[in-house]
């Protein structure tokens, strides 16, 4: 885990005076309310990756911001607001797909195979859904786990991090 840190280097300080140019009036009030479309907020997010590029900066960088630095920010919190908006997105319509269904029956298979023990599918979906609120900030989001296309539809939902199936698993051994 990285440790909090206070200073910015000044490639992230230039990133975040080159990222409020992306916002007005009307985006900002829509992220505070919860209230702008995906596609608006996916412009945003990919303006933001650009600006990361021209700044010599990347994810790992932004989810460092995001997650550890120890002052308070403005423009660090409304990064924080889109990678959660973003993924909050990203699982809904994770959960309205075929998908969500069959990654669950996934699990609960692999789990019965593994332990000789079934398990109920609602009991996986909470374990699931505490898997994923561990990416609720990364900036990344849920990229591993949940794959969509440009426009939200999901073109596939599994985990493959080890340490996420055996978290998971931890939590319906409970």
Request: hydrophobic fraction near 35%; proline fraction near 1%; charged fraction near 30%.
């Amino acid at each position: 885990m990285t440790k909090k840190f206070v200073n910015l280097p000044h490639n992230y300080k230039k990133l975040l005076d080159d990222s409020k140019k992306l916002f007005n009036k009307e985006n900002l009030e829509g992220l505070a309310t919860n209230n702008i479309s995906y596609k608006d907020l996916m412009k945003i997010y990919t303006k933001i990756e650009d600006l990361c590029n021209e700044n010599n900066c990347n994810t790992y960088d932004l989810n460092k911001m995001i997650n550890y630095y120890d002052k308070k920010n403005s423009m660090i919190e409304i990064l924080k607001k889109i990678a959660t908006l973003r993924n909050k997105y990203i699982v809904y319509y994770a959960q309205k797909s075929d998908l969500w269904n069959k990654n669950l029956v996934d699990i609960k298979n692999k789990y019965k195979n593994l332990y000789n023990k079934s398990i109920d599918l609602n009991k996986v979906e909470n374990a699931f859904v505490k898997i994923l609120k561990v990416y609720k900030y990364d900036w990344d989001g849920l990229w591993a786990i949940i794959n969509v296309d440009k426009n939200g539809n999901t073109k596939n939902i599994s985990l493959f991090d080890v340490d996420d199936y055996e978290n998971l698993f931890n939590i319906l051994d409970k």
